[in-house]
């Protein structure tokens, strides 16, 4: 990796590998300028995995649009980016060990309702928010 800074070679002098999520934080030190600065590696869904919509059009996976779709129905809530951030993971990982990835393709609906239980056992005003705007692609066996 190049630094941030002056764009020269760098090297990693610290690396932890996170326990809730697929990811790897690094410490890294340009071998120019030595300025210091971290990096957080993350898997890239998008080349892996599809979303399938409701009328059977395949669309690349987006973890942003997921995050952006919690983030508004956390919007009631002062750290609804950083809950945002935490909760987009619990979905992705929820969604991989469930095995409701079939030949790298997700359904919409399946995508959209592992959204909704995870809001709703964390804040069920949020996951009342979410069902509002994703209707469509929510079943109709949710109770309000």
Known sequence: MVCIYCYND?????????????????????????????????????????????????????????????YSALGHRQDARNV???????????LLRKKAVKDGAISVNSLSMQAYITLKRFDPLAAHTYKA????????????
């Open 10 to 70: 760098t090297h990693v002098y610290n690396s932890r590998q996170k326990t809730r999520n697929p990811s790897v934080w690094r410490r890294r030190r340009c071998n120019v300028c030595v300025a210091q600065f971290s990096t957080l590696e993350l898997p890239d869904y998008a080349s892996a995995l599809v979303v399938q919509s409701m009328n059977g059009k395949l669309y690349p996976f987006s973890r942003d649009k997921l995050f952006l779709s919690l």
């Open 84 to 94: 945002a951030t935490e909760l987009t993971h619990t979905v992705i990982g929820s």
């Open 133 to 144: 705007y994703h209707k469509n692609a929510l079943s109709t066996k949710i109770s309000s």
